[in-house]
């Protein structure tokens, strides 16, 4: 189910989500849950944020709503507005309303993106208060114990213009995710798209190469998510190099220079 641009998983997950933990974070994860506390995570893009709400989501057998926050989201957007159907104004919850009505995960992808103004709007869902006042319907709903706010960013593309003020920062439990080690990120994607071990791994090098490029002017490099990509697209057929450059090399930048060097990277491994 979709409402207002925002991804719903109505039904808890029941299949399983591949997920290799890299340290003690689901451990972490089940306390802050247990004793009702918002959650935090830092990390590059495609590191395994988003996998890990998902494995959270199954493991606590809670519904997962995941909004992926820009520069327009609004506290209407979040909390739910009056909708013109007919001759009548019909009020539509948001997605925070949602997962707190339903006690479910309310997940704040990359929540920094998000007008400052937006985001006061969960401060009374961060403390001992747990709720969430709806001015435009005169009501305060109070979250269940089983409703988690969960909030990520990714630290590489903070600003001063964009980052979490400290008075929000300091309510949450905070995980930072990085890319694996080259034996444990060699592990997940083959465990992932079921690519036999050795092409993993000169997948993976190639990663591991372009991140070395950040110094060189590559915002970031690829990502866990843009290795299984590219490993995808090899088994489904595509010659390597081609799949290395479409799947991975050519989502980094449109810097010739930057292309140039990471095909040397490319044809050096494959």
């Not at 944020?49 to 809670?62: E, I, V």
């Not at 005169?138 to 269940?144: C, N, Q, S």
């Not at 979490?164 to 444990?184: A, G, I, N």
Request: proline share 5%.
């Amino acid at each position: 189910m979709t409402i207002q641009g925002f991804k719903i998983d109505e039904n808890k997950i029941d299949v399983e989500p591949f997920f290799l933990p890299r340290g003690n974070e689901i451990e972490i994860a089940l306390a802050a849950r247990a004793n009702q506390l918002p959650l935090l995570l830092k990390g590059p893009t495609g590191c395994g944020k988003s996998r890990f709400m998902q494995y959270l989501a199954w493991r606590l057998r809670l519904p997962l709503i995941t909004v992926s926050c820009h520069d327009d989201l609004s506290t209407g957007d979040l909390i739910g507005r009056f909708l013109v159907k007919g001759n009548e104004a019909v009020w539509q919850d948001g997605p925070l309303t949602l997962a707190v009505k339903a006690g479910g995960i309310c997940y704040l992808d990359e929540v920094v993106e998000a007008r400052k103004d937006t985001i006061v709007v969960i401060h009374p869902l961060t403390d001992d208060r747990r709720e969430l006042p709806v001015e435009k319907l005169g009501k305060i709903f109070r979250a269940p114990p089983e409703f988690m706010l969960v909030v990520s960013y990714n630290p590489g593309y903070q600003s001063i213009l964009k980052d979490l003020k400290p008075s929000t920062r300091q309510r949450f439990v905070s995980l930072t995710f990085d890319y694996p080690t080259e034996e444990r990120e060699v592990e997940i994607v083959t465990g992932e798209c079921g690519a036999d071990a050795h092409l993993s791994r000169r997948l993976v090098q190639l990663a591991v190469m372009t991140r070395s490029l950040k110094d060189s002017g590559l915002i970031e490099g690829a990502s866990t998510r843009l290795i299984i990509q590219t490993a995808r697209l090899i088994k489904s057929g595509v010659a390597e190099v081609d799949a290395c450059r479409a799947g991975m090399t050519q989502s980094l930048t449109d810097d010739l220079d930057l292309l140039a060097a990471m095909d040397e990277m490319i044809v050096s491994l494959f």
